[in-house]
């Protein structure tokens, strides 16, 4: 069993910055893969960034350049900084866990409860 809580959203200018946290309770952290993923209002959720048990890191389009994920697996939390925000980031956050072996998904879906990023002039 995994908790996941984010916490870091906020409303923000565009260029601002904003570092999005996600503390993870549960056994075995280090070998879940995280990921971000956030839904706009009426849209689908979509991937934001990756981050495997490896700490092999994947990003959307979207957010290559921008925004970057890290892991603390002392500290069962991973990590997005969001940089050089638009308006079009703006969404509710969420954080993901799973265990993969290899393309294969061994463990249920994990998620926290979201966090609001916002970014307006």
């Known amino acids: 069993q995994m908790q996941l809580v984010e916490s870091g959203g906020g409303s923000v200018q565009p260029g601002g910055s904003l570092r999005l946290s996600c503390a993870a309770s549960?056994?075995?952290?280090?070998?879940?893969?995280m990921t971000w993923y956030r839904q706009g209002s009426g849209e689908q959720r979509e991937l934001v960034a990756t981050?495997?048990?490896?700490?092999?890191?994947s990003y959307s389009d979207s957010a290559k350049g921008r925004f970057t994920i890290s892991r603390d697996n002392a500290k069962n939390t991973v990590l997005l900084q969001l940089d050089s925000l638009k308006p079009e980031d703006t969404a509710v956050y969420y954080c993901n866990a799973r265990i993969l072996f290899g393309t294969k998904q061994i463990s249920p879906d994990y998620w926290g409860q979201g966090t609001q990023v916002t970014v307006s002039s």
């Open positions: 549960g056994r075995l952290f280090r070998s879940y893969t």
């Open positions: 981050i495997d048990s490896g700490g092999s890191e």
